[in-house]
């Protein structure tokens, strides 16, 4: 997963893209970097670490202009080492820096298309160079450079392209251009801020990455649908190809965003309570007389779910444990070893909340089930007398292609395995996973404003189907064993 931005402002754009950055840094944690258009120019700066460690004053200082954009990532398969931090760059036609939140799916055919046809090379293991070699091709194959070339040449893109996508690129002697994958799988909002000199754009991942930058959010973009700026601060956006069915992914909402986003004209917040709320619910269902002292949150993106939770029960919530904020999300650590250690790094427990109690932790999702297991043994070790454990999201037993880096189905605890033997193997007195239908219906809301959903790591259903072969290289890529050997290679 990768946080992107994208301004077209008045004045130098790079201080307002590294705030964006920071805002969402929650969605990558392991590379950064910035491309700006400068004149005849694309001053490029990025690099593995976190935001703040990537850009000092001095690289601060030399990305001066006033078109640019922005990414973070984290350690996403095949694309951990340096040369992988994205924008990526082509000089061809007229300079293009292009940056990319998701995964497509038809990657090895592309790369082979790219190289036979195109007569462009890939250096690197990452799709998103991919990508921007097709949009590369694509554009230089059209007439002068306009927004109406910028358009057909995203048509192409979309017309070869398969997966879950949203892009921010620069082009030189254009401005930005920015799109949206046909089934609006991956998010992308538009932004506008009025000021003496005019109007000025944004596109970001998030809607929230517009607050500390003074942007106001205008709508997402819709799926197919691409947006170009010109230097000059004019917005032209058009619908560049039939969008499929509008799916997106569900996980953004479980746990990726930040709760005070808006995707898709959906509250993550709001959605959260909803869930909170169903699981309540089914947790009266099946036990209506039940013991639960205490509802506890595994911070942060369970809050608000536990909050409702408690409620719908009617016992006490209570925050049990302290997090160390500087320890990455621990779902997306690149190594079981590094995993676990950072659980306990991440994690201590407040004893006064658990001794003696009966308590019901609620989190987000459960994935690999390490930093469950350990937070479970935590409770008991702080005194509980009984520990429970609800997932405000069904049992994941597939992984995600769209460009959330889940593992491979063998290391998924979910996968293969009833929701007892799962119980057994985190060491719960009680396990609860949401059901999917009610997960569904609390992102949508009371307005419905969707009805369609990525649920592919729940249900196994890939709206854009994908090779025989693909999960074969997936489990490859993605296992724990692949990426150490890489590591050590």
Known sequence: MCGIIGIVGHHDVAAQLYDGLMVLQHRGQDAAGMAIANGNRLLLHKGNGLVSDVFDDESMRRLVGHVGIGHCRYPTAGSEGDDEAQPFYVNSPYGIALAHNGNLVNTDALRSEVFQQDRRNINTESDSEVLLNVFAHELGSREALSPETAFKAVTGVYRRCVGGYAVVATVLGLGLVAFRDPNGIRPLVLGKRTGVAGDEYAVASESVAFDLTGFKRVRDVLP?????????????????????????????????????????????????????????????????????????????????????????????????????????????????????????????????????????????????????????????????????????????????????????????????????????????????YQDLADLEESVSGPKHRLEHFDSSCFNGEYVTGAEADYFERVKRLRSDEAKTTRRAS
């Not at 996980?251 to 993550?268: G, M």
């Not at 009266?284 to 205490?294: K, M, S, W």
């Not at 109690?357 to 994935?367: A, E, G, M, N, P």
């Not at 429970?388 to 880096?405: C, E, F, K, T």
């Open 224 to 432: 197919g649908e691409a947006i170009v700026i010109t230097a000059d601060g004019v917005l032209h956006a058009r619908q560049c190809i039939e969008p499929g069915v509008h799916t997106p992914c569900i996980f953004e909402y479980v746990y990726f965003a930040r709760p005070d986003s808006l995707i898709d004209d959906i509250s993550v917040h709001k959605a959260r309570m909803r869930m909170g709320q169903k699981l309540g619910e089914k947790i009266l269902r099946l036990r209506p007389g039940h013991d639960i002292d205490t509802v506890i949150p595994i911070p942060d993106s369970s809050r608000d779910a536990a909050l409702e939770v408690a409620h719908v029960l009617g016992v006490k919530y209570r925050e049990g444990f302290i997090k160390n904020r500087y320890v990455g999300r621990t779902f997306i650590m690149p190594g079981q070893d590094q995993r676990v250690k950072s659980v306990r790094r991440k994690l201590n427990p407040i004893p006064l909340e658990f001794r003696n109690r009966v308590v019901l932790l609620v989190d987000d999702s459960i994935v690999r089930g390490t930093t469950s297991r350990q937070i479970v043994q935590m409770a008991r070790d702080a005194g509980a007398r009984k520990v429970y454990l609800a997932s405000a999201a069904p049992p994941v037993r597939y992984p995600n292609i769209y460009g959330i880096d889940m593992p491979s189905c063998e290391e998924l605890i979910a996968h293969g395995r009833s929701e007892e033997e799962i119980e057994t193997l985190l060491g719960c007195d009680w396990l609860i």
